[in-house]
């Protein structure tokens, strides 16, 4: 089993530019999640997604837009990217929501 | 709103030197206290779930225990492959489903 995968695991976007961070899971979880992880700062909760067919917003969904495509795969887009985004982007998912999460590699993402 | 205070930020020990990280925190009904693992440039890896007072979870060298108000990691007789940034994450009852993550305690095992 793969886990979570997640692509790219990098990429330099320009301002206003846009894009999609692609997220998969072989696990059946049904619960979906992005995160973001700036340096001094814990993980927080961009979006996430129950179960599928279902999306909410978390802690800092500004800017961001996310697509829970099937059970397997979330997609986070940013539409007009900003150098305030520059961050490194966490996919993760869990059997349900509120029980333990298991975490994708992680893309780091540099818009200048 | 809920809270998270990791202490210390940093913690360097000896091979061998057992200690303890602290996670601090304030949070409306606890649903559920996790810790994780991150090794540098890679994503976190779940070590523990803690859901009521005095419990205790352990997994090799790495116990944890839980309070009404704090959790501890206690590191007995590390190794340096133990070195790693050590994240806890409470989980509020007040109807949400997130998980409000520390700073995390970036820990040193020298050999």
């Known amino acids: 089993n793969a886990g979570v995968t997640q692509t790219p695991k990098f990429q330099v976007l320009k301002t206003g530019q846009s894009m999609t961070l692609q997220c998969a899971q072989d696990?059946?979880?049904?619960?979906m999640y992005w995160y973001r992880q700036d340096p001094g700062m814990g993980l927080r909760l961009i979006y996430y997604s129950a179960s599928e067919g279902t999306t909410d917003k978390g802690e800092v969904p500004n800017g961001y837009n996310v697509s829970r495509l099937n059970k397997r795969e979330f997609s986070l887009r940013l539409e007009s990217a900003a150098p305030s985004q520059t961050s490194v982007y966490f996919c993760?998912?869990?059997?349900?929501?509120?029980?333990?999460?298991?975490f994708g590699p992680g893309t780091r993402l540099t818009v200048t | 709103e809920d809270q998270v205070t990791q202490s210390p930020e940093a913690l360097r020990l000896q091979e061998g030197e057992s200690s303890s990280l602290n996670c601090s925190y304030t949070?409306?009904?606890?649903?559920?206290l996790f810790w994780y693992r991150q090794d540098p440039g890679k994503g976190p890896e779940f070590l523990f779930t803690l859901y009521s007072a005095g419990e205790e979870k352990e997994k090799e060298r790495l116990k944890a225990t839980l309070t009404k108000k704090e959790s501890f990691l206690h590191i007995t007789a590390p190794k340096p492959e133990d070195s790693a940034t050590y994240l806890c994450a409470p989980r509020s009852g007040a109807g949400s489903y997130q998980l409000t993550f520390g700073k995390g305690t970036k820990l040193s095992v020298i050999p």
């Open positions: 993760a998912s869990s059997p349900r929501t509120g029980v333990e999460q298991y």
């Open positions: 949070v409306s009904g606890l649903r559920g």
């Open positions: 696990m059946n979880h049904n619960s």
